[in-house]
């Protein structure tokens, strides 16, 4: 999906997950902790889906550490509900990488949790980049994606 | 440990722990998830410590679902690094419990993550406490902390 | 999926996983850990397949803990694998439940790992059941399992 | 600890761990994969305690893979329990790294679980060593192990 809100190009991706026995913890409810593999599962199938998976990124030469990570609880997921997970890549001028999620659960839209992540790059020798580098500016090209 | 900080009063738990090889990813530092486990590690040490556990808010009638939660990436934990989690309690007038962390590599003490966490209480029939609990009043007076 | 195999009805579920980043070690391979929440994928798929999950244990009145489990590495899986967990119920005369599984890359059909559980039925009262309860009969006699 | 039963020269490690609220599910016991971590948690103990831990082991130029582990399930740990991981070396002449494990309660020696694990040899190049590499063979002349 693309889509775009005033003056900014959004990519959406939208992916079910299905809530495991483990993760469910002693109150019934999926355990907080989970939310952030429910996360990684949306911004993998983004990239996956938009051509920007770690591995595209590690085979251009960088890798893409968390540098921020946080999570809002609206109501809770339970043993063997479906979910949807949203993922949203919110454009920036900085040299990160940040996405924003809502987790549904897939029966009846109710909101479970909503979160963002923020990443930056790490060149081969580890240092941090202060400037987008090339394969990500291309990439954003590529979707239309402007700064 | 307990602290005097301006006018409000803090407690604070610090507990070790052990990195496990089956936490680092394959870029070969601690995958960004577990620190909501190390979080975990550092909230229950500090419910042991000062009488607060999940177990003791159960035994009073309630449960502390998490309503949100976030964590900055400071710098990374290896494999076999031994860190300390730092848990502070942070004082609010709402019928909330707040903790703030702080993940510091052992030997050095690197500052590698902090974050925070909000839960609220639920009574026995799951509905939200919109005053706190008689029992965490209690629980606060013993530890003087006010309001 | 249902076949007859020598003189004993066989169950069999197959279901997909997408192996995540999370699940990947610093070798770069899955953590073998992981396997036990791919077997319980398996498990889980088989259940809602064939009206055996959890919950329908659940509500019956049983919980079913695990008493032994193992698992053979043949292969590993990396990530952005996705693989096939292939579940079967193997019939006991014994009060048991007892599958076998195997993981296939989905692309190649590499066979990654084998394995086997066996659970017991816990009553309410979190008493060992030395009979097969009336509902797992039922529920075999449903799937023409005899014994 | 180091003793010495029939012929054969065994090395024992114990070391202590705290379950986490995460690893309990939805019946109120620790859910049965933790254990897989436990059995790590013992092995890594071992390893700092005898000098092969992977680090040791990846700096000889080797990684060890495991290739099959199983666990016999006794009696649940609970939230808030401590457990002991009792982790054995077992010798062998093949060109293998066995372990068997034993956890127990800490507060009254329930055994909770047993388990064992084998992993291999792979050198740099990702083979198979059908022999122990040397710096093995030099680890159990260290600690008197025949074989």
């Known amino acids: 999906m693309r889509i775009k809100k005033s003056e900014e190009v959004v990519l959406i991706d939208r992916t079910a997950i299905q809530v495991r026995f483990s993760e469910v913890d002693s109150m019934r409810i999926v355990w907080h902790g989970e939310y952030v593999r429910y996360f990684e599962d949306g911004r993998e199938s983004f990239g996956r889906h938009f051509g920007i998976s770690y591995m595209d990124v590690f085979n251009s030469g960088y890798t893409i550490p968390m540098v921020e990570l946080n999570c ?76």
């Open 72 to 147: 809002q609880y609206k109501s809770p997921l339970k043993v063997d509900d479906r979910a949807i997970v949203e993922t949203r890549f919110i454009n920036s001028d900085a040299a990160k990488i940040i996405f924003e999620y809502s987790v549904f659960r897939e029966s009846d839209n109710m909101l479970a949790a909503t979160g963002r992540s923020m990443q930056v790059f790490l060149n081969k020798d580890f240092e941090l980049e202060l400037t987008s580098p090339d394969f990500f500016i291309e990439w954003k090209k590529q979707w239309n994606i402007i700064g």
